[in-house]
């Protein structure tokens, strides 16, 4: 593709913008947390109908995920009857699988293990030549003055003490970027929550800490310089200026999805309330059946959105 292809392309939102000067140099590219590459496999006739880009936590919860919107978009996954087939198969650090324009991703715990993973695949479905692709990180946080079970649709997303942007370093100096949420696009996802839902979803501000532990304010993990009440405060605090959930990777994948051009939402369910306790108690029945609540509203989103496509054809 050349430039003035690919700009035009761009500026009518349909491509994901790869900003690196030094790739269009290179020839070959191996997206090596994912076991592919650009010039040995044909990305563009394996993957270039996706448009719908999943991403959560665990392999398990995407390949359950598969199999749910391929029943609900009636297409078949990759892979045998019964177990969606994984894509990165001799690699065993993230599971990718793929149901007719659905691309379900893990991404492990923390920015570092999703910024690995989210540029492999942007680049992937740049390589595909993917058109009008969206992301959606579908999740589990700890939920503030919510109960257990809710779904949050992020419409803001800050870091530990409330800022915008997600800060790094790179080549030594400390570099920070706008965490940009798609604020339509969000409201359009949430539009998806049914009245008759067993489980409540909001729209809200979601805070994305570096840890689990004493990021999080949490009280019981190996080590704690903090006490039960300046933890209740600053759980206070957060709460008062917006604050429904906290979980570990949106500031990275909100701002990455807009430094690609891609719509990105965060779509989380709440495993607990934090006022009410540190610990997720919860039995692995219950746990699973409500992580289940985020996939429902994205699925019906993606439907939606697929049945408008083919209507386009
Ligand atoms: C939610 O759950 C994980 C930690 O248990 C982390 O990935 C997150 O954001
Ligand atoms: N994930 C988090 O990051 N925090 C919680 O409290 C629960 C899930």
Redesign the pocket.
């Known amino acids: 593709m050349d430039c003035t292809t690919e700009d035009n392309d761009i500026k009518q939102n349909k491509t994901v913008r790869v900003k690196n000067p030094h790739l269009l140099k290179n020839s070959v590219d191996h997206l090596y947390h994912i076991c592919l590459s650009n010039i040995s496999d044909d990305l563009e006739k394996r993957f270039g109908d996706v448009k719908f880009v999943c991403f959560g936590?665990t392999p398990s919860r995407m390949s359950k995920f598969t199999q749910f919107i391929s029943s609900e978009l009636g297409v078949k996954y990759y892979g045998d009857v019964g177990s969606p087939t994984n894509i990165t198969g001799s690699t065993d650090r993230y599971a990718m699988y793929k149901a007719g324009p659905v691309l379900a991703v893990s991404h492990?715990?923390?920015i570092p293990s999703l910024s690995i993973v989210l540029q492999e695949v942007v680049k992937l479905v740049h390589y595909a030549k993917c058109q009008d692709v969206a992301f959606f990180r579908i999740?589990?946080?700890g939920g503030l003055g919510v109960e257990p079970g809710t779904v949050v649709v992020t419409e803001k997303v800050v870091n530990g003490a409330l800022e915008p942007f997600h800060q790094s370093i790179v080549l030594g100096k400390s570099v920070a970027r706008p965490a940009v949420v798609d604020k339509e696009f969000a409201k359009e996802i949430y539009q998806f929550a049914d009245s008759s839902d067993k489980f409540k979803t909001v729209l809200g501000t979601t805070l994305c800490a570096d840890d689990?532990y004493e990021g999080q304010g949490r009280i019981d993990g190996a080590f704690c310089d903090h006490d039960h009440d300046d933890k209740l405060n600053w759980l206070k605090h957060v709460h008062s200026q917006g604050v429904c959930n906290i979980?570990?990777?949106?500031l990275g994948f909100i701002t990455m999805c807009h430094r690609a051009n891609v719509k990105g939402a965060v779509i989380?369910v709440t495993l607990l309330d934090r006022f009410n306790g540190d610990m997720?108690t919860m039995d692995h029945g219950f746990l699973s059946a409500i992580q289940k609540h985020p996939q429902i509203i994205v699925a019906r989103y993606i439907k939606h959105a697929y049945h408008l496509l083919l209507k386009k054809g």
């Open positions: 936590g492990g715990i923390g999740g589990t946080s689990f979980e570990m990777e949106s989380c997720v």
